[in-house]
């Protein structure tokens, strides 16, 4: 798989003023691009990506969550299931850097042999407001299953919004 390119994703707090406090809650959108090169068999697919995910902070800074994309578009079909662990460090009031840790599955259609991918994220969220974060990072994939070393790892950038109510 080629790499996959984060357009957007939107994330708000659904409970409190306060993003990264414990018990918080969050619902985010995924939209994004990305393309697969299957060779003889389907060629080159372009994708649109859309997904939704959720999370909940276990404690502090600390998140625990579970997102669904689908890729719409090209052949064959793409599903992605995603647990995402994410922490935030709490060493500035406005700037904060992130890390994280997700395992994600991927649902392939047409016959393709589904797959296991692993990842780290990392990144800076600066507050806005006290009800807005904005968040830069990277994100590096691992592939379970792959028959050649090059295309066994993927990396990508990502921009958050996130909005709190």
């Known amino acids: 798989m080629k790499k996959i390119v984060i357009v957007m994703l939107l994330m708000f707090s659904l409970l409190q003023a306060e993003i990264f406090m414990k018990g918080d809650k969050t619902i985010g959108v995924t939209l994004g691009s990305g393309s697969v090169n299957y060779g003889f068999r389907h060629g080159n697919q372009n994708y649109t990506i859309l997904g939704i995910s959720g999370s909940y ?12 994309r689908h890729w719409f578009g090209g052949s064959p079909s793409i599903d992605e299931l995603t647990v995402p662990v ?4 709490p060493l500035h009031p406005k700037y904060r850097p992130y890390g994280g840790v997700f395992y994600r599955r991927v649902f392939m259609g047409d016959d393709y042999e589904d797959d296991s991918v692993y ?13 807005s ?10 592939y379970d299953d792959c028959s050649d070393r090059s295309e066994c790892t993927s990396g990508y950038p990502e ?7």
């Open 57 to 68: 902070f276990v404690m502090d800074d600390l998140s625990v969550g579970i997102g669904y």
């Open 133 to 142: 974060h904005i968040g830069l990072g990277w994100v590096q994939e691992y």
């Open 86 to 89: 994410t922490y935030f460090v």
């Open 159 to 165: 921009v958050l919004f996130s909005f709190s109510f």
């Open 119 to 131: 990842g780290l994220r990392a990144g800076l969220t600066i507050k806005l407001s006290s009800q």
